[in-house]
């Protein structure tokens, strides 16, 4: 099993080191998370209205990689039998 060492926290998230890692990890709240997922599909939905191209570009590749984050949170979540903190 990995251990995992607490190395600060900040409101909605924490900084972690894992025993079988080098570097350490950023842990964020899955409201947190939510949250921003949900603002950055924002900010594309008002880019692709009055945006550059690569304004868009950008942005719905952050929007993207939010949403991986939170799906893997979700799945997660759901195999430890736990509610989200947040509804759709």
Not at 68 to 77: G, V
């Amino acid at each position: 099993m990995t251990e995992l060492t607490l190395l600060g926290e900040e409101p909605g998230a924490a900084l972690i080191l894992r025993s079988s890692r080098r570097q350490p990890a950023l842990l964020v709240q899955g409201d947190t998370l939510y949250i921003a997922t949900r603002a950055a599909e924002e900010l594309v939905q008002e880019l692709q209205l009055n945006g550059s191209e690569d304004a868009r570009h950008g942005a719905v590749e952050v929007a993207e990689t939010l949403r991986e984050w939170l799906a893997s949170y979700e799945r997660m979540m759901n195999a430890a039998h736990l509610d989200l903190p947040y509804a759709e």
